[in-house]
């Protein structure tokens, strides 16, 4: 069984920094990309920052400059540093990892975190 287990949201004024963890665990073969997503309340879910296996990254317009993700492979858990926050960056924010499984290490499979709360204050 997989399970990627967030950490690190929490309430925050305008202009502050958080750090987001995912950690993942279970019978993993390799890791393959890993990402970050929000949805605010009533809107879509939305691409914040991704990260390949070889640390190449990409990040939405919104959050370039004052983001980072970043990830340790040896702990099989990527971060998300977030600074200057902004009132329009509250959301849940959800982690993702693309992954190949020892018990069928030619397929890749996407898997979700639980969603962490991250609240910016005016």
């Not at 399970?3 to 019978?27: D, F, I, N, P």
């Not at 959301?91 to 693309?98: L, T």
Request: positive net charge; charged residues 15%.
């Amino acid at each position: 069984q997989v399970q990627l287990v967030e950490s690190g949201g929490g309430l925050v004024q305008a202009g502050g920094s958080l750090r987001l963890s995912c950690a993942v665990s279970g019978s993993i073969f390799s890791i393959n990309t890993m990402a970050w997503y929000r949805q605010a309340p009533g809107k879509q879910r939305e691409l914040v920052a991704r990260i390949s296996s070889g640390g190449t990254t990409n990040y939405a317009d919104s959050v370039k400059g004052r983001f980072t993700i970043s990830r340790d492979n040896a702990k099989n858990t990527q971060y998300l540093q977030m600074n200057s926050l902004k009132p329009e960056d509250t959301a849940v924010y959800y982690c993702n990892a693309d992954l190949r499984l020892i018990r069928d290490s030619g397929s890749i499979y996407r898997y979700w975190g639980q969603g962490t709360q991250v609240t910016v204050s005016s």
